[in-house]
Structure formats: C-alpha cells, structure tokens
DNA sequence: CACAACTTACTGACTTGTCAGTAAGCCGGT
DNA sequence: ACCGGCTTACTGACAAGTCAGTAAGTTGTG
C-alpha cells in the first residue's frame, strides 16, 4: 500500500529501476538437463517461474519492513494471495525462502545494470553518490537494505553469509576504484580503508535518514565521499568532480 | 559463557567500563513520593533494585545478541535464576523490559563520565577515536548497539524513539565539536553533514567489522573522521592531531 | 502481619512445517 | 481426439512448538 516491491537494495546496485517484468522470448531457458538422470527434465513452466518471482517480491517486501524473524509466511503469502503452505511448496522453507529472496535481487541488479557496462574509478563514485539520490526517493528499499543488515549480526542468522560476501565483493570494487582514482601512490592499506569507510558511511547515514529525515541522505553521502577520496589523494593529485 | 554482559552500547558513550556493580551508600535514592498519594512509598529495597539491575543487564545480553523480538523472557530469566513470570513481575511487559534496558544503559554511560567532564572540541573526536578503539575487545557491546539500531527502524518497533533521539543528541553535539574545532568558517549546515557522517561511518564500520574481522575498526574509523574534519576546515585552519 | 518476590499453572495467539487430498494441466500413445 | 498416467500447484487441517501475559497460590522477610 504505502511503497512498490523493491527490486533492489545493494548500496552500489540499481539507480531508477523499471520494475517492468522482463517478458523474455517465449517458454523456458530449456534447463540443462543434468547429465545421469535421463528422465525427462521438463521441470520449469513459465507461468511457474512468474509465480514463485511474485512470491519473493512479496517476501522482499515483507522481510524488508517487519524483518525476517518478525515477518512471517503468512503475511508473504497473503499478497500473492495463497496460504502459508502454498508458500511452503515453492521454497520448502522460511530459510530457503529468505536465501533466494537474495539471489532474485542480486539477478534483478545485475539485470538493470547490463549493458550499462560496471563503472570503474571515478565513475563508481558518481554512480554510489547516484544512488543515495535516488534512495531518497524509496524509503522502502533503503529500510530493507538496513534491517536485513543490522539482522543478520545476530547469531545464526540465515543471510549472514550473503551479506558479508556482499561486503566483501563491494569492497573490492570500491578499493580498485579508489586506486585507479587517486594513483599508484596509495598505500593499498589505506585505499582499502577508504572503501571500508566509504560503504560505512553510506549504510550509516541511511540509518539516520530513516529514522530522521532531516539528515539529508544524498548530500552527506557526496559530502563523505569527497571527504574520503581526497584524504587518500598524494598532495600533487586533483580529484575529478563527482558530478 | 561468551562475553560479558554490556554496560553500555552508545557509539560515544563508555571507554573501558568498568562492570562493577556500584555499591552505592545505603537504602535507595528516596524517590520522590509523588505529591497527592499519601500512601507510605517504601517500595524500592536495596536487594530489590540489585535484582532489577541484573535483569536489566541479562536482558541487555539477550536482546544484544539475539536482537529484541527474537530474544525470549524465558532466556532472560534464566540468565538470573528465575522463571520468565518472575521477569513480568518486575517490569510489567517485555516493551517495558526492553525500555528500561535503554535507560539503564544511559544512567551507566552517564555514570562512567561522571568526574571526567563531558568532552567537547577535539576531545571529543579523540574520545570517538578511543572508544572505537576499545570497542574492538568488546564484541557483544558492538553487536548489541549494531542489532538494536537495525531492528529500530522497523514498524513500531519499541526501541524506535530511543534511537532517534539518541542520534539527534549525538548529531547536536558532534556538530558543536565540529563548529568549535574548524572556526566560525563553517557553514552550521556543512558541519551537520559532517557530524552525521562521523556517525555514520562509525556505526557502520562497527557492521562491517562484526561481520569480517579483516576491518581495522579502529584505524578506519580515526582515517575517517580526520577526513571529514579535514574536509570542513577551511584552508588557513590546521587541525591539532587526533592522538 | 503485610507485602514483595517469586512459582506454578495456564491461556491464547502465533509460529513453521507436514500431510493428505484435490483440481488442473501436460504428454505420449493409440 | 480422447484417455491414462503423471506432475504441479495448491488448500485445509493439524502437529508441535514458542511466545507474552495473567491469575492464583507460596514463601520469606522487614
């Protein structure tokens, strides 16, 4: 009722997003058929994979604002408008629900970003600040982005591992971007500490704004991004505008 | 068995912190009889409050790692040797509980700073610096802060208010230290940005580093906040050092 | 004694997950 | 073109557990 399904919460991933349902050529992506069994493997129909896609948008959304703990089967469920067990049926579990819920936003980033080839050096920093633009905009996003995170600390927690791997890949990126940026005089210690501190600030400040919204999301985020690089720039070095 | 139970979780607040219990005089801090009942106010006994405070501080454990609504009364209760009633006995309700786990918290921090003036100026980004420092042998305190301030911003969530007020308590006296530190240069609003920022990254460098220890807590967090200091001051200005 | 600090016992709401049964559709053979 | 055999997509009922909260009774202590 109050925001639409995201289709994406990463801190980089996503700008606009037309949450148009990709309707492909026609029937399935023929699936291998995994060599040994020579059943028939006509497993996947069409309709099938629209459904169970329509179930974990349903799934984003409520994980997204109650939580995963908090959220339940049957609030998922309900917007699709099955039962419970229906639910049960696509994903055989609660857990097993909250993993793909992930994988289908990582497929749906990548998604939206082909074509638009990855951005690098100073590309990637106008495309963070970009996006935390943008993310004034869908408050939605922003919440299940941070409650899934701020979660997935607790002990055991099933998308703990995704996140961190996510973490870890988003730290990468943005290291080699800073040291394209900045140049070869960077110790890689530090360029590391910089893209640490610049995923931090942006996770942060999206926190604050959620809660107060008179932190103003996108201008602070560019603010410490420009903070950031320009500590790590050599003294002789100018950095390129974000804009 | 794990860790020790926290005393505080502020991302200011506590360097060391000592757990000792505080013996405090005698008897209770009189309350103030609320004009108009009459009845004989000897309510809180010593043995009472103790009892409370090691509720308080099982329940800041449970809720610290488990998050709130996944933490049970049963667990909490039996942290301290009673069954989950004898908890709603003392507290009413488990909101309640968690409540009263807050302001525990704050009279603790307030506590430790007692004596020691509250620091402003660059003292008090050489404090945030210690205290992130610290906070890298104090794990459970991290995750304690990290999982409540995630599940804040769900819907209706308990600890929501606290939260809120608590950054924009944070956020008006990290802008003063920012305007004290850089001159009357600074824009008020550039030096909002920047105090947003600083605890931004703060918290969540705390996140990544809960998550994947190969982030240097601390030395991250100092990089940061002398970036954004540096960025805030005005060309003529040189910052004193942050140690 | 009176009251605080419990315990025991229980309720009702809600959870995830299982299971059997049903309706609908596809599929190959004749 | 229809039929038997099969799979998928569910529903509804239920199991088994957890949870917060309540009510009534017990114990110990100032």
Redesign the pocket.
Known sequence: MDDDVPPTASAVAASGGAPAPAPEPTRAPAPATTSGAPK?A??T?Q??VE??AEILRAAAHTFGTKGYKT?????V?EQV??????V???F??????LVEVLEYRDKEDVRELEGQHIPGGIELFRHLVRTAAANEDRPGIVQSYSVLTGESVTENHPARAWVTERFTVLRGEITDAVETVVGPGVEHERAVEAASAIIGVMDGLQVQWLLDDTVHLAHATRFAIEAILQAVCPPGVTLPSLD
Do not use: C
Request: no cysteine; hydrophobic share 30%; net charge positive.
């Open positions: 028939r006509r497993r129909r309709a099938t459904r169970r959220g339940s089967l049957a609030e469920a408008g099955i039962t419970h067990a229906g049960l049926h696509h055989g579990s609660k857990d097993q629900l």
